[in-house]
């Protein structure tokens, strides 16, 4: 997320305080987002209903980040429920012949290469629709997110070391620890700071201040049945996708309670999350007991780990190329790059096919592009683009197309 700067005039002390706090802000994320949750996939609801604009003390956009900053909710309980349009076709079909060539990927499940309840994977389908989740907190050592579905569910259960994932449809359970005790790195325990809910996305957006973006108080609002402010952030530079972020904040706790992301060319929210119902009381203990199901599978880390690299090819390819992942431009307007190492642009056709299937599907929804740079297609979302040159060069981010094309020219 890009950098904020203020509206608001404050002195060089208060500058300071200010930044002081926005750091322990990025640190005080409510513990509810845990280990593998596929972070950036999580959108979120179309506004959930107000129930009228309630007559709050007047504060400033500093007044309203040091709240937040100085939040320190470690108990909580409720309900988020999600929604992400991004504008992206229905990816189902392809995923189904995606995964029918690949053995052993993330979800798989069958022979010990991977478990459906590996939250790395089941996760992921955050990435698009409605969704609703139940979370829970009691301090940093015991948190609980469920994913509700059509008659089953998934949940994520942090309890002191242990960390459990279930997946009520397949009867799967996996497995893995917060200190490494399962033989694995530390680094490799999955990590809990992840955005799942209205502050861990505020706090992405809070971390940093510079001068390409303003924020504003734009009012008051109910949210949960609870008073909040709207804390409006906005970009200040011109070719980014991103209109506007609205997030309501708790008048009494300082806890974001919703966050919204409109795009530039307007419409519903690309990425709105919030809870419909929430409760500052300490969870019961027993919320975050956990016990495998009788006769359920279950799958350590360690051993989801040994499968040959989740399904992914041999060889790198584009994992190789995010070695060398650059950032052009600053703000708003940055954009990832790196190079594929693939020529001839989109690929066509392969042995199983998956990747001509791949090809055909992204060049369906592509825009064909020229430049100094030479050819390729842009891949457009109401949010993220993303630009393949012929020559295997990638150049992605929350900016519109002629922004891509116009730092692949510089590039050259």
């Given at each position: 997320?890009?950098p904020?700067d203020?509206d608001d005039n404050?002195t060089?002390?208060e500058g300071e ?6 750091r322990k802000?990025?640190?005080y994320?409510v513990?509810?987002a ?6 950036a ?6 506004a959930?209903a107000?129930s009228?604009?309630?007559?709050l003390p007047k504060v400033t ?11 320190d ?8 429920r999600?929604?992400?349009?991004l504008?992206?076709?229905d990816l189902?079909v392809?995923?189904?012949?995606l995964?029918?060539?690949?053995s052993g990927?993330?979800?798989a499940g ?6 459906a ?8 389908e955050?990435?698009s629709?409605?969704h609703?989740?139940r ?9 609980k997110?469920s994913?509700l579905?059509?008659?089953a569910?998934?949940?994520l ?11 009520s449809k ?7 620890t917060?200190s490494?005790s399962?033989?694995r790195?530390e680094k490799?325990?999955p990590?809990k700071d992840v955005p799942a ?8 957006a809070?971390k940093a201040v510079?001068?390409?973006t303003?924020?504003t108080v734009g ?7 609870r ?8 970009p ?16 009494e706790t300082?806890t ?6 409109t ?11 919030g809870?419909t ?5 300490k969870?019961?203990?027993?919320t975050f007991?956990?016990t495998?199901?009788e006769?359920?599978k ?5 051993e989801?780990a ?6 992914r ?5 584009l994992?190789?190329?995010l070695?060398?992942l ?6 708003w307007?940055?954009?990832?790059t790196f190079?594929?190492?693939?020529r001839?642009?989109l690929p ?11 090809g055909g599907?992204?060049g369906s929804?592509?825009d064909?592009v020229k430049?100094d ?6 891949f457009?979302?109401r949010?993220?683009?993303a630009l393949?040159?012929d020559d ?5 981010g929350a900016v519109?197309?002629?922004a ?9």
């Open positions: 997320m890009a904020i203020s404050r060089a002390g305080e200010l930044r002081a706090g926005r802000a990025a640190r994320v513990p509810v845990v280990m593998g949750v596929a972070a996939t999580i959108g979120l609801v179309p959930l107000d009228g604009d309630p007559d956009a500093e007044q309203l980040i040091e709240k937040i900053a100085k939040s909710v470690q108990q909580m309980s409720g309900t988020v999600i929604n992400t349009d504008g992206l076709p189902g392809l995923e189904s012949g995964m029918s060539g690949m990927g993330p979800g069958g022979d010990g290469e991977g478990s309840a590996d939250p790395s994977a089941k996760l992921t955050l990435v629709g409605s609703t989740l979370v829970a907190a009691d301090g940093p050592d015991r948190q997110l994913l579905e059509n008659a569910e998934y949940s259960i942090h309890n002191g070391d242990d960390v459990w994932g279930y997946d397949s009867n799967e359970v996996y497995h893995s917060t490494g399962d033989g790195p490799d325990v990590d809910t209205p502050k861990d996305f505020a706090d992405q809070l510079d001068d390409t303003s924020v009012g008051t609002a109910q949210v949960a049945g008073d909040a402010y709207r804390l409006v952030v906005e200040r530079q011109d070719g980014s996708t991103v209109g506007a972020i609205t997030v309501a904040v708790d008048a300082g974001p309670l919703k966050f919204t992301l795009p530039a060319s307007g419409g519903a929210a690309v990425v709105d999350v809870f119902k929430v409760s500052f009381a969870p019961d203990a027993s007991d956990f495998p199901p006769g359920a279950v799958t350590e880390a360690d989801s040994k499968a040959p690299e989740h399904g090819p041999a060889g790198g390819g994992a190789e190329g070695d060398d650059k950032v052009v431009g600053e703000g307007n940055a954009i990832a190079d594929t190492g693939a001839g642009g066509t056709a392969s042995p199983d096919g998956d990747l001509g299937a791949l599907f992204l929804f592509g064909q430049g740079f030479g050819s390729g297609t842009v457009k979302t949010l993220v683009n393949i040159t295997g060069k990638i150049y992605a519109t197309k002629d891509l094309v116009k730092a692949a020219d510089t590039a050259q």
